[in-house]
């Protein structure tokens, strides 16, 4: 049975802040930042938007660049950390705001960046096994980093949505096949109530990103029988500048391979978007034919590994909806103290 | 700001631009509305959505904002008029300092407010210009 | 006018009117933060004041009207009706039937028109007609949330529309198609601000200058504070009689010569042209045809100034000044007191105040003291026909009265 990406959309929001202007604030060295992150700015979400109102968008995109019945999805499922609601899910509002309501089933994913990708898997599950005719997983966030933390420079605002299906003839790529690794790591977390996250600091380098990264990679590599040399292509989930590379390197992926899908120096990391994030900017230039290997991580931890081989199709679909490239294009430049209020760290009365 | 029931009633119009058309003269409705303003009893309403698409009317920067936007002075709100004919009032985000009188605009999903801390989040449509 | 059909068999042309109204009795109370007086106080006060000035007494009474928008959200009473029925001693002997009328800041012109076809009908005699509001008992931020339910609170207010807001997208269009400028919008709140200087009940008795008004802050562009009405207490009544009978009571009846009323869409929006009002020019049309009139009988007017784009749009709707006109028309003096048509001699909404049930029966009040000679400093010299335009929300409603000395 043949399962793929039937069609793709993504959504960044328009805003931006330097590093330096978060620097300033804090009083910590921006071009040291810049350089150990390769992070140079993040983009910020306007005072009226949300998870919910990115994974809308980005799903919009999807279907805009599908041309297909919305009334053919079976499944929504949207992965974020930062849904609006701690119990309401922000499928339903998608699904609502795409048209597919209301014969289909629907709930929201958790994983720290890999919900989205989980999601993914969610829906390859349902659409392989016959239980449904097409899916739609979303990764988007509006990540929080703590004022002055580290994380603060990167934590980000963004969303992909994925359709997937099984009808040859639609399949934009086709996904061979996805492996996972998972163990119960606490790098990252966040606890119910609690505005900002926790993290490990270095504890989530080596045993969190990257033996979950190499192991996931590895053993989809070994399950397939294939080499890096064999991808045109490969996506990692893309904390900062530094991880992706590192990670390429130690499995053998070149910097010309991970080249188009490393957006997060321009902004930052997405989170539940980030993986999906570079597999959309690499779809969006990719040509028929062209394999891409994407391993996600998500804090606590895991990774999701992807072989995708894209089809003809691409082509023909592509431009019917914004590019990453288009997406990012234009960015409006914001100091710190609005930041601050577009993301809600001015309590207001 | 406004009830659950309320809001909930609306939703599909809200989030999806849904609409009416009379079947007798033609007429587009947004929202949609229970009797034609022109034909009244003798005309048909049939559902319609919206392209999302059209230009202002007029507009107007709003300093001291409305009940549930407080924090988001100054905002524009403008009156569009949609492609199809009728016209709505919506806040234009994006480029405000660029709106004109017939600037073109188009439609995004956003959050429209919500309830306080504890209470419910509205979402809904509102406009930005696009570059002609 | 393009665009407006009149009803050929509106009672308006005179074909059903049973008998002629005329005014006996006026009073005004204080129009300004009222901290010390509630709601009953005002109210009691103009009643009470408005029965001596016409010399009938309580038992006389067979009806009361009483216009007030949102008692409710102002100081959580409703059943307005009764409330004042029964604090002006009208109810546990005399049991006077009593009637809250709403429409928004139309509800005192709406609540006067009630009482006249009360009268007129036959049904009653001697009728009050009074509005009055209380919105000091609330903060601003809820005066102006009560206030923007006169709009559509579900395409407008939930949108974030207040009503500053939509009288400043009907001011950007007005400017831009008829060049219509900040500057005379400025001078109508500076005309009438100079009329409240000479009105004892004004909220305000201080001129102030164009500048005063572009230099204060921007609430909606293009429209500044000084451009908009303020939030007041205040109350005001009026005493009707029977025209034939009015003579019994008072040496100067003051007679209507016509009442009229439109309906508009409740969202700005949906009208066919924001920049006109149809309501006004609908009624206006009413009422001139039921008096016989034309703008040019008419001595003078108090119309309906919520914001200063609408004093404009008003004059122009009104016909006392060309579509586009209404700037020029105000910054040529022609709405002053001495210029061929004073337009809101008491300070209108801006200077004397927007107590807004209250407003459409003060403005009669203002109508009928000018039209007695009792006006004092503002006196229009000779007037024989005075008018009176109460509008509700942004357009939605609008309720007209044309007033005469003679018979």
Redesign the interface.
Known sequence: MTIGIVSYGAYVPRYRIKIEEIARLWGDDAEALKNGLMVYEKSVPDIDEDAATIAVEAARNAMARSGVDPSRIGAVYTGSESHPYAVKPTSTIVAQAIGATPEMTAADFEFACKAGTAAVQACMGLVGSGMIDLGLAIGADVSQGAPGDALEYTAAAGGVACLIGRNESELAAIIEDTYSFTTDTPDFWRREGMPYPEHGGRFTGEPGYFKHVTNGAKGLLEKLGTKPSDYDYAVFHQPNGKFPRKAAKMLGFTKDQIAPGLVVPKIGNTYSGSCLMGIAATLDQAKPGDRIFATAFGSGAGSDAFSITVTDRIEEIRNRAPTVSELIKDPVYIDYARYARHKGKIRLA | ??SVP?FWR?IGIRYNLEGTRCKECGEYFY?PRNVCVNCRRMGELEPYKFKGTGEI?????????????EG?AP?A????KLDEGP?????VIGDIDKIQ?GTRVKSVFRK??EDGERGMI?Y?TKFVPVDA | MPGIKARSDWPENGVNIMRDVAIIGVKNTKFGELWERSLRDIVVEAGIGAIQDSGVSGKDIDALYIGNMSGGRFIEQEHIGALIADYSGLSRNLHVPATRVEAACASGGLALRQAIMSVASGYSDIVVAAGAEKMTDVGS?EA??AL?AAA?R?????????F??LY??????HM?RYGTTSEQLAEVAVKNHKNGCLNPIAQYKHAITVDDVLNS???????HIFDCSPITDGASALVLAPAEIAHKYTDTPIYIKATAQASDTI????RRD?TTLDATVMAAKRAYSMAKLAPKDIDLVEVHDCFTIAEICAIEDLGFAEKGKGGIVTENGETAIGGRIPVNTSGGLKACGHPVGATGIKQAVEIVTQLRGDAGKRQVEGAEYGMTHNVGGSGATAVIHIFSRER
Do not use: C
């Not at chain 2, 016209?87 to 806040?91: A, E, F, G, I, V």
């Not at chain 3, 579900?154 to 207040?162: D, I, L, Q, S, Y």
């Not at chain 3, 802050?217 to 429209?223: N, Q, R, T, W, Y």
């Open positions: 700001m406004s309320r609306n929202p009317v007029s507009y107007t920067l709003i300093h001291t904002p409305a009940e549930g936007f988001q905002y709100l403008a009156i569009i016209r709505l009032t919506s806040q009188i429209l407010g509205y809904g | 931020e102006s949330s923007a559509d579900e395409w407008e207010g939930m949108a974030g529309a207040t500053p807001g400043a997208m009907i001011a950007k269009l831009h802050i921007m609430v909606a562009d293009p429209l969202a700005l929006h949906d924001i």
